[in-house]
């Protein structure tokens, strides 16, 4: 099991690596995102030369850095978000398991009255303080487990949470519920093998560039969907 870490001292420690001299796949850098090139995030080249780094130097094991990649269902989300923005202007905005914060920093950049991103990482929670900062928006980070429960917003938002069977278990029942309670649900999924065969209806497809680890293709198809 690993050890619990707070949010301050994961953003301690992701401080400490954006402002490090040095360069190489292991290191983080701003860069713009490849299908949303609005939005500019710190990324690892190589995250997994990163995690391995980042757990000699700590001595202990560290959660997966997902942050540290930007990921197909992310930035189709995101890119869907820029291009209606529509959809989130003046609004109460969650991004759940927001990773790196790509959505959350979308739906602020498109005009959302709040937006709040959810990841139970601290260390992706960092990754959205300096990632929204970089951006000049405000993201609200929340590290709390919602899935039991119900979003008090107008949209929720969820890019790539449905990436293995046991997650999407808790995810899929949690975004009924919300959408059942009248939240507004899209989801962005490039069909990782965990999508229900009914219950979801298609809102667009695009053509993602492929940048996270142990994709061969160079493009992804990815859906936005919402509960019918």
């Known amino acids: 099991m690993l050890a619990p870490m707070s949010t301050t001292t994961a953003l301690t420690d992701l401080q400490r690596e954006i402002t490090a001299p040095g360069a190489g796949p292991d290191r983080l850098r701003l860069m713009a995102t490849p299908f949303v090139p609005e939005v500019r995030l710190h990324l690892a080249e190589d995250a997994i030369l990163w995690w391995a780094r980042m757990e000699a130097a700590a001595g202990r094991s560290l959660p997966p850095p997902y942050w540290a990649s ?18 989130v202007a003046g609004r109460r905005v969650l991004d ?107 809102v667009a497809s695009y053509p993602v560039p492929t940048t996270e680890p142990a994709v061969d293709s160079p493009v992804r198809q990815v859906q936005v969907l919402r509960p019918r």
Do not use: M
């Not at 197909?72 to 820029?82: F, N």
């Not at 000049?136 to 979003?151: K, M, N, Q, S």
């Open 70 to 87: 930007v990921w197909a269902g992310g930035q189709a989300l995101a890119r869907h978000l820029l291009d209606h923005p529509e959809i």
């Open 96 to 202: 759940l398991a927001a990773g790196s914060g790509l959505v959350a920093i979308a739906a602020a950049l498109a005009g959302a009255g709040e937006v709040v991103a959810n990841d139970v990482d601290p260390y992706a929670l960092a990754a959205v303080t300096v990632n929204a900062r970089a951006n000049r928006v405000r993201v609200t980070a929340d590290g709390a487990d919602l899935l039991d429960g119900v979003a008090g917003v107008d949209l929720l938002v969820a890019g790539d949470a449905l990436y293995d069977a046991g997650l999407a278990a808790r995810v899929l029942p949690y975004l009924r519920r919300c959408a059942d309670r009248g939240v507004e649900v899209l989801v962005g999924d490039p069909d990782r093998g965990h999508l229900p065969p009914d219950g979801l209806e298609l």
